[in-house]
């Protein structure tokens, strides 16, 4: 047994484990949710048809070649809106299904562990195996570093001082509302930006936060993008991107 395995612990048989793997650097990992992705029957997560799963991504140094795994594919991710039932109902069967499967593993006494980018209850799709699945099963939570917190430390970027209020938004919201909620904050994180660039980019320009937002992509991630949002001109970013607005709070 590795030094890791002593530290980490193992797996329980019958246990569902929501796998935070951190921000996208897998160094940035805890030791808990390393040990768990060498230990567990079963290494699960989800993906995009056609796609590498991102967690698996993130985790992939990690994983022996021999290992089992099960890939939950979605049957829709950006091709409709979330709040059409294009996207709603395919994707409440997807979860019913996903769910369905995990449970009949655990009630076979194996471990599950559940990957998931950043942490498994801050916008995780876990939450939703969470939901259905908490009240029979045991499940352990493996809290993550969050991308929000890794885009910081990327771009050097402190994000709240003194009193400083944080707000984190997503960019699905509409414009008029991510202005006003821009302009009653002290500092944001704005996630989800996406195909939603060019809108969130004029909702930070009306709250008068321009010239101290700053554009992450793929933080902490080969290809690591760090720029002020106002040199950005395209009109989507990619899925891993984020905005950072630090506060200007008390400094001492």
Known sequence: ??????????????????????PGDVRYMTLRAAGLIRSVDVLACFAKEGRESCARAVAAPLIEPDREELTLYYPVTTEAPVDDAAYTSPMRDFYEASAERLAGLLRAGRSVGLMGEGDP??????MHMWRRLDREFPVEIVPGVIGISGCAASANAPLTWGDDVLTVL???????TLARRLADTDAAAIMKV???????RRAVAQAGLLDRAIYVERGTMPGERIAPLAEIEAARA??????LIPGNGRRI
């Open 1 to 22: 047994m590795s030094a890791l395995d002593l530290i980490a612990g193992g797996a329980t048989g019958g246990t569902l484990y929501g796998i935070g793997v951190g």
């Open 194 to 200: 996406g195909r939603n660039l060019a809108k969130v």
């Open 121 to 126: 209850f801050f916008y995780g799709s876990f």
């Open 238 to 243: 990619p899925y891993f991107s984020m905005i």
């Open 170 to 176: 997503p960019g699905t919201l509409d414009e008029a």
